[in-house]
């Protein structure tokens, strides 16, 4: 894996679809010349972030998602991230 995307995500049902949209044509462009994961993690949202996070994985190839049961903070959230990652 050359490259790890790690993203952090608390309570952004809202902006998922605009994350989505800006990211994965970035992500395609990358991937014509290396390996790319995207790391999402849900820090114990309670706004279906989870759930969206999980469609999203299905709609586009090595997307990861990790979920916390309670919000544990953007630098724990940031840890597991980093912890996963096969890439730089």
């Known amino acids: 894996m050359d490259l790890s995307i790690i993203i952090p995500c608390y309570n952004e049902k809202d902006s998922l679809v605009a994350l989505e949209q800006a990211l994965f044509p970035v992500v395609d462009s990358l991937r014509r010349t290396r390996s790319v994961e995207v790391i999402l993690v849900?820090?114990?949202?309670?706004?279906?972030?989870?759930?969206?996070?999980?469609?999203?994985?299905?709609r586009?190839?090595?997307?990861v998602v990790l979920s916390h049961e309670r919000n544990q903070g953007l630098g724990m959230a940031t840890r597991i991230g980093f912890s996963r990652a096969r890439g730089a």
């Open 42 to 58: 849900d820090d114990g949202s309670r706004d279906g972030t989870g759930d969206l996070l999980h469609a999203l994985a299905q």
């Open 60 to 63: 586009h190839l090595g997307v």
